[in-house]
């Protein structure tokens, strides 16, 4: 639509260019009769010919927008065949009115849904699967409006027993993931034990007999590694080694079960770690480490629930009123490595190493990403260990621990003795003053709840040596930075790539440790660039490609 004025003011065009062009022409005002006042009647005749051209202004800029509206009306099918239809479509566009019967639908919509939430959906075996069979059901049956709400629910309400269903069977078979040894990992141990019996270089001394005494030299850094996991033991020693700027001063200690220590003798007697120094023995080798001195190892021979709890079916450990994270939870107090005996030696630090006056203990799964030789030099103000507390940090899940998580609380001995809120802290990277626990009763403490747990029927907690720990450990804890110790890279997917990177230390605690498939894709390359894939045992066993 076109709207030409003239410059005279004289007439004005409009032509829509689907009809003939209207022009109207104003003319002069007409002669003044002798017995008219003048200034009356030119007043009058201005005031006419100004409201008639700011009428025709006024129609020409309206009606394109009702062309245009009336136009869109047609287009979406709807069918106007009075005034108040017109009205009701047009009037809102116009003047910006909202639909008043759209808000009356959506206000019944709402009551009947919030009445339907308060009944018990009906149990039917035919509910829709899909989104579009659902539509189709609606469509075909033509339900009313609460028939509709009530299906609704129904179908809703079965989607999320599917879903939890399905994610709780989720967890139980990364359960039996995490517990499975790798077929990699399993041939490494094979054939470094093979290599044990028959290569006497892999039999030879460690360390050598004229390093013997810097076993015992507290002038050196020692850090201790308990484990049956060859592949993660020469990690944790690598990355170690690595990240140090004393590497000539560090003494590691492994202590390793039966089974494993040929193969583990083998591995760091072929892959010498020179210039630090290693020292590999066996659980075996230490005589007093016996059922009567160790109440798991009394437990497991002489109590049937245990062995059952423990090495049991671990799907009798579903509950349908669980939800997938608390039933993880369960499964992974389940694990065996709960009550093995390298999972208890920590609490004989002070006996397995009489000489020395401080330790540092790792984790078999973490990695060590800067020297960490500040940590002897921390004052632990006379307390036994120093650790990173998990009570607060900016991971919400990781770091918001109480006393609350590992406790059975509604157990009167444990509501008489400990406190909900107590802020827990972490085991995987502790500085420990041998000096200073030895004048304590830390190890009566922590043997005496074992057995409490056991006589409960392993009711008062959830996990297996931290909570007793935590008791026995009670006022002799130092909390450490932080920074030093970054946990959770084994069950928190979302953990922040610069925390990580930033770290003196990570730890994979969780059931997804970075040797298994079920890891996480993008926390395995800070673990997997310390193993050596260059040795012909590795590449032989097709241990984890480099990724």
């Known amino acids: 639509m076109q709207l030409r004025i003239s410059p005279s003011m004289r007439s004005i065009t409009i ?18 009769l002798p017995h008219h006042p003048p200034h009356h009647t030119s007043a009058s005749s201005a005031f006419s010919y100004r409201s008639l051209f700011y009428f025709v202004l006024f129609c020409a800029c309206l009606l394109p927008f009702v062309f245009i509206r009336t136009a869109l009306v047609t287009l979406e099918g709807l069918e106007c065949s009075s005034l108040d239809c017109f009205k009701r ?46 539509m189709s059901e609606m469509k075909n049956h033509k339900y009313d409006a609460r028939t509709f709400a009530v299906r609704l629910k129904a179908t809703m309400e079965n989607m999320n027993k599917e879903i939890k269903k399905s994610r709780l069977s989720e967890q139980l078979f990364k359960h039996y993931a995490a517990s499975a040894v790798p077929r990699g990992i399993h041939c490494l141990s094979l054939r470094l034990t093979d290599e044990y019996s028959s290569n006497a270089h892999a039999r030879k001394q460690l360390p050598p007999p004229e390093l013997l005494p810097i076993l015992s030299d507290n002038s050196y850094y020692h850090l201790v590694l308990a484990t049956d996991n060859i592949l993660a033991a020469s990690v944790v020693v690598s990355s170690a ?48 480490l016996t059922r009567e001195n160790v109440p798991v190892l009394e437990a497991m021979e002489n109590h049937n629930f245990v062995r059952s709890h423990y090495h049991g079916n671990r799907a009798s450990a579903i509950s349908g009123g669980d939800n997938p994270r608390a039933f993880a939870s369960k499964l992974q107090a389940r694990s065996p490595m709960y009550i093995s005996l390298l999972n208890h030696l ?93 004048k304590t009763n830390i190890r009566e403490t922590f043997h005496y709840w074992v057995k409490e747990n056991i006589k409960s029927g392993l009711t008062l907690w959830k996990f297996g040596t931290l909570p007793p720990a935590l008791i026995a450990f009670r006022g002799h804890v130092y909390p450490i930075d932080p920074a030093w110790h970054m946990l959770g890279l084994g069950y928190q997917e979302n953990s922040k790539l610069d925390n990580v990177r930033e770290a003196a230390v990570i730890h994979y605690n969780g059931q997804c440790k970075p040797w298994l498939d079920i890891g996480f894709k993008h926390l395995k390359p800070f673990w997997m660039k310390h193993v050596n894939h260059s040795n012909d045992f590795i590449r032989n066993c097709h241990i984890l490609e480099p990724l």
């Open 241 to 288: 080694i690595q990240s140090s700027e004393n590497a000539e001063r560090l003494v590691f200690h492994i202590i390793t079960d039966k089974k494993t220590y040929p193969g583990m003798h083998s591995w760091f007697a072929l892959n010498p770690i020179s210039p630090a120094i290693i020292e590999v023995k066996s659980v075996h080798q230490y005589g007093w």
């Open 89 to 134: 479509h047009i009037g809102p566009s116009i003047f910006g009115k909202s639909n008043g019967s759209s808000k009356k639908l959506v206000k019944e919509l709402y009551e009947v849904l919030h009445k339907v939430d308060k009944e018990e959906a009906p149990i039917s075996e035919n509910l829709p699967d899909t989104f579009h069979e659902f």
């Open 346 to 438: 920590r609490i004989f630090l002070p006996e397995l190493f009489p000489n020395l006056d401080k330790v540092l203990f790792l984790d078999d799964d973490v990695v060590i990403q800067r020297d960490l030789s500040p940590l002897w030099e921390i004052d632990l103000q006379g307390k036994v260990m120093g650790a990173v507390e998990t009570c607060r940090g900016d991971d919400k899940w990781v770091m918001s621990k109480r006393f609350r998580t590992y406790f059975n609380f509604s157990h009167p001995l444990i509501v008489a003795n400990l406190d909900p809120d107590e802020c827990p802290w972490a085991f995987g990277m502790n500085i420990f003053d041998l000096s200073a626990w030895r």
């Open 15 to 32: 032509s829509n260019g689907f009809v003939d062009s209207m022009k109207l022409r104003v003319g002069p005002a007409p002669p003044l």
